[in-house]
């Protein structure tokens, strides 16, 4: 079936350190990969976005890259900063519009 | 100004009773999504409809009953609720198509004593 495992629950960091987020998943199809940012009090939103034909994306200083042989997709950014606060989803889309949502990790940026 | 908007944006009521909570999205997109938030933040879909059209119907109770008058409009109804149903509800749309980006509204938290 379709999965995806995010296995870091909580990460806490300083301002200026290196962000690295892992994700890994499960599916029979040709998926589309998704990070949704969410931050307290509203909805998810769209962080960036990677299919198999680009294997890459950035966004805000954030970039994803999807390994197809070994089924992960990690999220990066160099230097975090405190606005970067907040829980970050690794997502699965496949057929119909369906999107699986990993389990999120919070991060939390010390001062 | 385009987007999703959910109301009301707090619920506290009683085990049994009926609440509905209520979409609206103005960026002209055909399909929306209703999605369970529970207090892991664990997010889960539960319905999706395009054009009016049901399209995905997860496993959920048979209480939660989805309401669309029009594409733009997606509702949702929860005839007898129970304390499990204590959660953030959040509604979505897109445009048809499994890779689209979908666009979320703020959420309803529900509080079921």
């Known amino acids: 079936g379709n999965s995806v495992t995010q296995m870091q629950g909580q990460v806490t960091l300083s301002e200026e350190e290196f962000l690295f987020i892992n994700c890994t998943y499960s599916?029979?199809?040709?998926?589309?990969l998704f990070w949704y940012v969410q931050y307290p009090g509203e909805g998810p939103q769209l962080l960036l976005k990677v299919t198999t034909a680009n294997n890459k994306g950035s966004s805000r200083g954030f970039e994803a890259t999807y390994d197809k042989g070994t089924t992960s997709f990690h999220l990066q950014k160099a230097s975090v900063q405190e606005s970067d606060s907040a829980v970050y989803y690794c997502?699965?889309?496949?057929?119909?519009?369906?999107?699986?949502f990993g389990q999120g990790t919070k991060l939390s940026i010390k001062p | 100004e385009t987007a999703v908007f959910q109301t009301p944006n707090y619920h506290v009521t009683q085990v049994g009773n009926e609440v509905s909570f209520n979409c609206k999205q103005t960026?002209?997109?055909?399909?929306m999504y209703w999605y369970k938030q529970d207090s892991k933040k664990l997010l889960k879909i539960m319905f999706s409809y395009n054009n009016k059209q049901l399209i995905v119907n997860e496993t959920v109770p048979r209480r939660f009953s989805p309401q669309s008058s029009d594409k733009a409009h997606l509702n949702l109804r929860i005839k007898s609720v129970e304390p499990e149903d204590s959660a953030v509800y959040l509604c979505a749309s897109s445009y048809w198509g499994g890779e689209d980006t979908q666009y979320f509204g703020p959420g309803t938290r529900l509080l079921v004593l």
């Open positions: 599916t029979t199809g040709y998926p589309t």
């Open positions: 960026l002209g997109h055909d399909t």
């Open positions: 997502v699965l889309g496949y057929n119909q519009g369906k999107l699986i």
